[in-house]
């Protein structure tokens, strides 16, 4: 549903400028809620709701997701809430879009977490994680170089990232697994969270990222996107 007040209208220009709303209010801009398998993350395998917010300031070449860039239907958080309580699943994770362009998605976040919902948010890293609810499983995203929005990484969100937390790398060539070794070093990202690399579906040969994880020498999970292999969302 499109925007339809000048304070809404400018907001969405904002998001498109790569700025987070400011605006508090009752309601988010959702693509989709759906159920499935978790795809990926030390979550792989399990039951989980999905919440598909709209909106992304970033445009990554090996993107699946476009649809979730325009458009969204106003949906409020009560809402939203009773949608997730209707299907039970009490693993829940919400993805974009970049989620964090959306103020009110902390409240979402609080509430589900108030309720003994696991919440799980997956986030570009272009944004500032610090105000995330610490009980929280955050799944931050360094982009690398193929995906062409590297300048965009926010590298101060790695102080605040907690143990349980995963940073997601997604690598499309032998340069950007390269970078990805380099950039964990540089910003000692072992030892302030898990580390998932994931190979470019149908770009980058899974056994190929796999043997080179393990030259490495790392402890870096390999990431297959389980939900790929199913052919579900």
């Known amino acids: 549903m499109a925007s339809t007040t000048p304070a809404e209208r400018a907001a969405d220009h904002a998001i498109e400028r790569g700025r987070p ?6 309601w988010l801009r959702l693509t989709e809620i759906f159920f499935s398998i978790q795809g990926e993350s030390s979550f792989a395998g399990l039951p989980c709701t ?3 917010l709209s909106r992304c ?4 070449t ?9 458009g969204g239907e106003r949906t409020e958080i009560d809402a939203i809430i009773a949608r997730l309580d209707e299907i039970g699943c009490k693993v829940v994770e919400i993805t ?4 964090l362009l959306q103020r009110p998605v902390h409240t979402l976040m609080t509430r589900l977490c108030d309720l003994g919902y696991t919440v799980l948010i ?42 349980s937390d995963e940073v997601k790398i997604v ?25 998932i ?17 393990l030259e490495s020498g790392q402890q870096i999970r390999l990431g297959l996107q389980i939900h790929k292999f199913l052919d579900v969302e």
Not at 57 to 60: A, G, H, K, M, V
Not at 96 to 99: A, D, L, Q, T, Y
Request: charged share 25%; aromatic share 8%.
């Open 21 to 26: 709303e400011r605006e508090e209010r009752s």
């Open 50 to 52: 999905f919440v598909r």
């Open 57 to 60: 300031n970033l445009r990554c």
């Open 62 to 70: 090996w993107c699946d997701t476009t649809y979730s860039f325009k």
């Open 96 to 99: 974009g879009g970049e989620p």
């Open 122 to 163: 997956e986030t570009s890293g272009s944004l500032d994680i610090s105000p995330i609810d610490p009980r929280v499983h955050v799944i931050m995203d360094l982009k690398a170089p193929g995906s062409g929005e590297v300048d965009k990484n926010l590298y101060a969100n790695i102080a605040h990232l907690k143990a």
């Open 171 to 195: 690598l499309q060539d032998r340069a950007d697994f390269d970078w990805a070794i380099a950039t964990l070093e540089e910003h000692d990202v072992l030892n302030h969270a898990h580390v």
């Open 197 to 213: 690399f994931s190979p470019v579906h149908g770009e980058l040969n899974s056994h190929e990222l796999a043997n080179w994880i």
